[in-house]
């Protein structure tokens, strides 16, 4: 069973993560947010996202690895600003800022909102924090592991 929220100002990511405990036989719920990185969706376990705040400027770095944008000012901090996508951003989107990591965000073109679904066995991940894709509702999502993005 997943229940959908939908994710606007009005709801913040804390009350997101309060809706449901459990599913009905006792089985533990996993909190996932979901977003999308070019034409991509990615899931992330809710509990590692500290804030979601609209972009403003990422600053460019000379000669950044794959997949790094630059970096972003999040409430204050400096942030290094990852990209999933294969597609570069489109426009202005959402930072997703990272609380396993208080130097990490990820960009996000689209955040769609909180999934909550059944525990996934655990997803093999690949050096730039990808997984195998895991089905939630009718959609194939890529379940992010922030502590394989960037060597963290």
Do not use: K
């Not at 997803?123 to 993005?149: C, E, H, K, M």
């Amino acid at each position: 069973q997943i229940s959908w929220s939908i994710f606007s100002p009005a709801n913040t990511l804390e009350s997101l993560l309060a809706l449901s405990d459990e599913v009905a036989g006792g089985e533990v719920e996993r909190s996932m947010l979901l977003f999308e990185c070019g034409s991509e969706l990615f899931a992330i376990d809710a509990a590692d996202v500290d804030a979601v705040v609209e972009a403003g400027v990422t600053v460019p770095l000379p000669y950044p690895p794959a997949g790094v944008a630059g970096i972003a000012s999040v409430r204050g901090s400096m942030r290094l600003v990852v990209c999933l996508g294969t597609e570069p951003p489109a426009g202005r989107g959402r930072l997703l800022a990272l609380s396993c990591d208080r130097n990490l965000a990820i960009f996000a073109d689209r955040v769609i909102g909180v999934v909550s679904a059944g525990a996934h066995g655990e997803a093999q991940s690949t050096p730039d924090g990808r997984s195998t894709p895991i089905r939630i509702g009718n959609r194939d999502a890529v379940l992010v592991d922030p502590a394989a993005l960037i060597g963290s």
